[in-house]
């Protein structure tokens, strides 16, 4: 890292809405986060120098493109802000904070906003899911399936199977704590869901299979929402903070990044890994590279993870490559209990896609954002105690494309 990245505030829409249900529509999805973003890092609008969106399938789910224009629709002092739109499937929100981050460290800006957002609860699930399997290779995999998503991801269930073995309990397992920690989440999807005993197992009713092993409460909840931050240099930093009494140290910022992409064909992926100890080694490269560039020197230098929980295997296959555990022995920090808000390492205090929620577009952002919140205690009631730096694990398609920042305080 040559220049400090410094997260002067943000914002996140509450996940549980259904806007298409309210009569509004992804513009409005759009100003709401933007004007709360705004607030939250007390600043003008018109301090704000460039703008990043991050979004999948505005096109598809909305027919609205060149979201970028909407900035200036906003606020009418930014009509002449230069913007960008950035996708990588569920990473784009990441793939944004990157660009406006390099925008930062090249000196051409120093107030860079991004906004990563999705309305996707306007469709049928047939539909939507439909649109989602833009991120696969079209016409060469999951072409005989309803949900294309579930199906790639039982493959890789699959394929933890017959590399180390893999207990459906560890799974559900994951869910459980995820859906529990999002109680604890004011703007969660899930926070007021009750489930009736035996709901976290393979009853067929209760937790009936999607594709394969891949059942009903394994899956990450595709809904409607927006996440903002709002991103200076350390020069604005340093002056916005004399301003309003504080210290550079009162403020998150951005210590590390990883960002590496693989091929789209998930199977091209798997025959590439097969000699080695891990599934996804490119996946465990960007982990690694997020946490060096903060001059960490492992995993457990880190007070927790927001991860990419799109299914609980995703998770799960998180566990190991962020080096948490050898490769395989996931379920070793599952069941004993390290992943849980109150563990050690503490992953999806949020509650995680799986309980909080995940319009595609948003979620980088939304990592980042509650990361920052985290490390300077504003997280409420899921704050992870004593948390100084956490690190996020992005992932776009069957990780063709994966990202990763380290968020904290302090040196």
């Not at 306007?122 to 060469?140: F, I, M, R, S």
């Not at 025959?271 to 997020?290: E, V």
């Not at 577009?361 to 205690?377: F, H, I, K, P, W």
């Given at each position: 890292?040559?220049?400090?990245?410094?997260?002067?505030?943000?914002?996140?829409?509450?996940?549980?809405?259904?806007?298409?249900?309210?009569?509004?529509?992804?513009?409005?999805?759009?100003?709401?986060?933007?004007?709360?973003?705004?607030?939250?890092?007390?600043?003008?609008?018109?301090?704000?120098?460039?703008?990043?969106?991050?979004?999948?399938?505005?096109?598809?789910?909305?027919?609205?493109?060149?979201?970028?224009?909407?900035?200036?629709?906003?606020?009418?002092?930014?009509?002449?802000?230069?913007?960008?739109?950035?996708?990588?499937?569920?990473?784009?929100?990441?793939?944004?904070?990157?660009?406006?981050?390099?925008?930062?460290?090249?000196?051409?800006?120093?107030?860079?906003?991004?906004?990563?957002?999705?309305?996707?609860?306007?469709?049928?699930?047939?539909?939507?899911?439909?649109?989602?399997?833009?991120?696969?290779?079209?016409?060469?995999?999951?072409?005989?399936?309803?949900?294309?998503?579930?199906?790639?991801?039982?493959?890789?269930?699959?394929?933890?199977?017959?590399?180390?073995?893999?207990?459906?309990?560890?799974?559900?397992?994951?869910?459980?704590?995820?859906?529990?920690?999002?109680?604890?989440?004011?703007?969660?999807?899930?926070?007021?869901?009750?489930?009736?005993?035996?709901?976290?197992?393979?009853?067929?009713?209760?937790?009936?299979?999607?594709?394969?092993?891949?059942?009903?409460?394994?899956?990450?909840?595709?809904?409607?929402?927006?996440?903002?931050?709002?991103?200076?240099?350390?020069?604005?930093?340093?002056?916005?903070?004399?301003k309003k009494g504080l210290g550079l140290?009162?403020?998150?910022?951005?210590?590390?990044?990883?960002?590496?992409?693989?091929?789209?064909?998930?199977?091209?992926?798997?025959?590439?890994?097969?000699?080695?100890?891990?599934?996804?080694?490119?996946?465990?490269?960007?982990?690694?590279?997020?946490?060096?560039?903060?001059?960490?020197?492992?995993?457990?230098?880190?007070?927790?993870?927001?991860?990419?929980?799109?299914?609980?295997?995703?998770?799960?296959?998180?566990?190991?490559?962020?080096?948490?555990?050898?490769?395989?022995?996931?379920?070793?920090?599952?069941?004993?209990?390290?992943?849980?808000?109150?563990?050690?390492?503490?992953i999806n205090a949020s509650g995680g896609?799986?309980?909080?929620?995940?319009?595609?577009?948003?979620?980088?952002?939304?990592?980042?954002?509650?990361?920052?919140?985290?490390?300077?205690?504003?997280?409420?009631?899921?704050?992870?105690?004593?948390?100084?730096?956490?690190?996020?694990?992005?992932?776009?398609?069957?990780?063709?494309?994966?990202?990763?920042?380290?968020?904290?305080?302090?040196?």
């Open positions: 890292m040559h220049a400090p990245i410094y997260i002067l505030g943000g914002s996140q829409t509450d996940f549980a809405r259904n806007w298409a249900r309210e009569e509004l529509e992804i513009y409005d999805l759009f100003a709401e986060a933007l004007q709360t973003a705004v607030i939250d890092a007390d600043i003008e609008p018109a301090q704000i120098q460039v703008g990043h969106v991050g979004n999948f399938v505005g096109d598809l789910f909305t027919r609205q493109g060149l979201l970028g224009g909407f900035f200036g629709q906003v606020y009418p002092e930014l009509g002449n802000l230069p913007t960008a739109r950035h996708e990588a499937a569920c990473a784009s929100g990441s793939i944004a904070i990157l660009a406006a981050m390099r925008d930062i460290e090249a000196g051409h800006y120093d107030v860079a906003c991004v906004l990563g957002l999705e309305l996707m609860r306007n469709v049928d699930g047939k539909t939507g899911a439909e649109y989602l399997g833009a991120a696969a290779w079209q016409g060469h995999e999951a072409t005989a399936c309803d949900f294309p998503w579930p199906f790639l991801f039982d493959r890789l269930t699959q394929e933890y199977d017959a590399r180390y073995g893999i207990a459906d309990e560890h799974l559900t397992q994951i869910a459980e704590i995820n859906f529990s920690n999002a109680r604890r989440n004011p703007r969660a999807q899930t926070r007021n869901w009750e489930f009736a005993e035996g709901s976290f197992g393979n009853d067929a009713a209760l937790n009936p299979s999607v594709e394969g092993r891949v059942r009903k409460l394994d899956c990450g909840q595709i809904t409607d929402g927006a996440a903002c931050v709002v991103l200076t240099s350390e020069r604005f930093a340093k002056a916005h903070c004399q140290a009162d403020l998150a910022r951005i210590k590390g990044w990883g960002h590496r992409s693989a091929p789209i064909l998930l199977e091209t992926k798997l025959a590439a890994s097969q000699d080695q100890p891990l599934i996804f080694p490119h996946a465990a490269h960007t982990l690694t590279d997020a946490r060096t560039r903060a001059g960490l020197n492992c995993i457990t230098d880190l007070d927790g993870l927001e991860t990419h929980d799109c299914f609980t295997v995703t998770e799960y296959m998180a566990i190991d490559h962020s080096g948490l555990t050898a490769p395989g022995e996931n379920w070793k920090a599952v069941e004993e209990g390290r992943i849980a808000r109150d563990g050690d390492f503490p896609l799986i309980g909080l929620g995940h319009p595609v577009g948003a979620t980088g952002v939304r990592m980042v954002l509650d990361c920052a919140r985290q490390v300077t205690g504003q997280a409420g009631d899921y704050q992870i105690p004593k948390a100084e730096n956490l690190i996020t694990f992005n992932v776009g398609g069957s990780t063709t494309t994966c990202a990763s920042f380290v968020v904290g305080v302090g040196s």
